[in-house]
């Protein structure tokens, strides 16, 4: 039999996953050309910020719990050894769960190749650094006391969402941590009391909808987040030896082919084509991508259960006690609920 090709474009927050067969054909000159044709697509939306979430909350019950005095933990330093690959649970979820449906996949249909894109960002150009300009074009780094001192001078010491002066001033995240925002200076402004209770997490799009003017010269500081460039440079390799392991062979691929194969053939941006156009597809030659499927097999992770013994209540205290399974331990791989669309 000949067999199938699975193609997995892996991203921060969802990963492409494409089943395809090639056929040879002879062209009118003679030539041999290639006929990709796509017979099942999947997109597999991870739940990375969500284990992350988790993860900070977390830490805060049990910093409040010492500042309260209450139940003690003693903290762990940040220099704890970790073993050698070791990746946080945001993380290690993304190859987890991609692995648990190519796994699967891999006991349906006879595949005899994996081809997956092994994209490296750059994450000084994505922050916006010009390596060869001139310094002032990097962004700093600061400590507590310079990023108030900073933000103080850069600001005149106002609100930067009313312009208030000669009141208590806040450091303020302009795109909220919970939305995903970072603790990088060009994501931080001062803002008086009122405004910063007032936007809470709010997008400074909506808040400043009906001030146009302010908006611009806050959001003009913004810069790309580098959380799911960092997360997919931290994972990209270790997921192409966990393919590896799976004991078919497997052939890595730049994100640049990814892109001139879609732009070639016309196709949109979206993670279940760029699976579809992974590899080699010899344009000159005539080969082609002669079909994509209509219809998207969605698969949604959601997560295996809680490690957690104990449900706490609004303070992080312990309020009632949780059975000792751990739900969906009984099924192989992360659990997840599959869902189509077109």
């Not at 719990?65 to 990746?87: K, M, T």
């Not at 002032?136 to 103080?152: K, N, S, W």
Request: with cysteine; glycine share 10%; hydrophobic share 35%.
């Amino acid at each position: 039999m000949e067999g199938v090709q699975l193609r997995l474009d892996p991203g921060s927050k969802a990963t492409g996953i494409a089943i395809t067969i090639e056929h040879h054909r002879i062209g009118r000159e003679g030539l041999t050309t290639v006929a990709r044709r796509g017979l099942v697509t999947l997109e597999l939306r991870h739940r990375g910020q969500q284990i992350h979430g988790g993860m900070m909350r977390r830490a805060a019950y049990r910093r409040r719990r010492r500042s309260a005095n209450l139940r003690y933990r003693a903290p762990r330093h940040d220099n704890r050894p970790r073993p050698e690959g070791w990746l946080p649970p945001s993380l290690r979820h993304r190859i987890d769960s991609a692995m648990a449906v190519v796994a699967r996949l891999c006991r349906y249909a006879p595949v005899r190749e994996i081809h997956v894109e092994q994209a490296a960002f750059d994450t000084t150009a994505f922050a916006g650094v010009v390596q060869s300009g001139p310094q002032e074009d990097i962004e700093p780094t600061y400590g507590a006391f310079e990023v108030r001192q900073f933000l103080r001078a850069e600001w005149k010491r106002s609100c930067a969402y009313c312009d208030a002066t000669g009141v208590p001033l806040n450091i303020d995240h302009v795109r909220a941590r919970s939305r995903g925002g970072s603790d990088r200076i060009s994501n931080l402004v001062l803002a008086c009391v009122p405004c910063n209770q007032a936007k809470g997490t709010t997008p400074v799009q909506e808040f400043l909808a009906d001030r146009p003017a302010r908006l611009e010269r806050v959001i003009t500081q913004l810069r790309r987040p580098l959380r799911d460039v960092a997360a997919t440079n931290a994972t990209r390799l270790q997921l192409v030896e966990a393919l590896a392991a799976q004991g078919v062979p497997v052939h890595a691929w730049s994100g640049g082919r990814t892109h001139w194969n879609r732009f070639a053939m016309g196709l949109p941006k979206s993670h279940t084509l760029d699976a579809l156009a992974t590899g080699v597809i010899g344009h000159e030659r005539g080969d082609a991508l002669v079909r994509v499927p209509a219809q998207i097999l969605v698969v949604s992770s959601t997560g295996r259960g809680s490690y957690a013994r104990t449900t706490p209540d609004r303070f992080g205290s312990p309020r009632l006690q949780r059975p000792r399974g751990k739900g969906g331990a009984s099924r192989s791989g992360p659990a997840a609920s599959i869902a189509s669309r077109r």
